[in-house]
């Protein structure tokens, strides 16, 4: 097998020199062994644990953590699948080249199945995540959606592509978290996990609120009750390179907060999941970017997010400070997910 890709990088590389023919055949091979080991053992699980969970929605795999999107734990037991779109391109606000050692764009369009379990008995304060996604990696669609639908309707210039990556690159999520109660349960959390894949490799801790209840019930119906609840975040995380990113931060930490609104209903078990929810997050990232002095690049970033039922809709993007005239960096993201069992029920 090693000789056969051996020889298929050599005739594609042609007169390259022999790092740059090793490095391709490296990126391949990792992708090709992620889709046939990753995948040929997660996909199993999720077939088996979905009938059994509750549904809500999932984390968001990476990088979406470092591009501007929610960062927050699942409350609740939850598998989903869905498209995330997260796009680099080395061109900054102002038009000029944005000062880091990636000089191509970067189109990840991850299609991700996530599992979230929220365990019972002994273990009923522990919840575990694993997220894995796939992307063919290219310039579209996230070219057409930053270009063609957010600069138009915004009235901005388009942001050029660079020397557009090509390849298959995957990643694979999990986490533990412990939660605690604040007037409510699972409001507080504390926890860790990783990323690994074609992208980067990164390890984290993380701790903070999700949904506490800031506002009176303004209305009470049969879906729930409607209110507002805040949520913040504090990460730190360790990061290496990978195919993608071949030189990043060692070191980064970030901080998340949001408000939401939304009607939220209580099951018997008391738990409370949003029937339908707005949320707006704000982020401070020390970043995964380097110049190529070994400076990091800090990111600014906002988020939108909506859901409805099964579906939920986010963007995201670096533009925080200067989100009326322009975007003030290079990246830009976007996901939309499926409930597959709240759908399940449906039928």
Request: with cysteine; hydrophobic share 35%.
């Amino acid at each position: 097998m090693t000789h056969k890709l051996s020889a298929v990088a050599a005739h594609r590389c042609g007169h390259a020199d022999d790092h740059a023919a090793a490095h391709k055949l490296h990126t391949y091979s990792t992708s090709r062994y992620w889709m046939s080991r990753g995948f040929g053992l997660i996909l199993p699980v999720f077939l088996i644990v979905g009938p059994f969970s509750s549904p809500v929605w999932s984390e968001s795999p990476a990088p979406s953590v470092h591009w501007g999107s929610t960062a927050f734990p699942d409350q609740y037991s939850t598998v989903t699948t869905g498209l995330t779109l997260n796009r680099f391109t080395p061109i900054d606000g102002n038009g000029a080249k944005y000062d880091s050692t990636v000089a191509n764009t970067l189109g990840f369009n991850l299609i991700t199945l996530s599992w979230t379990q929220h365990w019972g008995g002994d273990w009923k304060d522990w919840s575990t995540n694993l997220t894995a996604g796939i992307s063919p990696t290219s310039d579209e669609p996230s070219q057409f959606f930053q270009n063609k639908v957010v600069h138009q309707l915004r009235h901005l210039p388009p942001v050029p592509s660079v020397d557009p990556r090509k390849e298959t690159d995957v990643m694979i999520d999990g986490s533990v978290t412990r939660w605690f109660p604040l007037f409510q349960p699972k409001v507080m959390f504390v926890g860790g996990g990783f990323s690994v894949g074609t992208i980067y490799q990164q390890g984290f801790l993380r701790a903070g609120i999700r949904r506490l209840q800031v506002t009176p019930t303004l209305y009470s119906g049969s879906w729930g009750e409607v209110s507002g609840r805040a949520s913040v975040l504090g990460r730190i995380s360790y990061q290496d390179d990978g195919a993608a990113l071949r030189s990043v931060r060692n070191t980064a930490g970030l901080v998340q907060p949001s408000i939401a609104f939304g009607q939220y209903r209580r099951t018997a078990n008391g738990e409370t999941i949003p029937t339908w929810e707005i949320e707006f997050a704000l982020l401070w990232d020390s970043g995964i970017f380097v110049n190529p002095r070994g400076d990091s690049q800090k990111q600014f970033a906002w988020s939108l997010a909506a859901s409805t039922g099964p579906l939920r809709f986010e963007t995201w993007n670096d533009s925080m400070g200067n989100i009326a005239t322009r975007d003030f960096g290079p990246t830009y993201g976007a996901s939309l997910t499926l409930d597959v069992l709240r759908v399940w029920r449906y039928f």
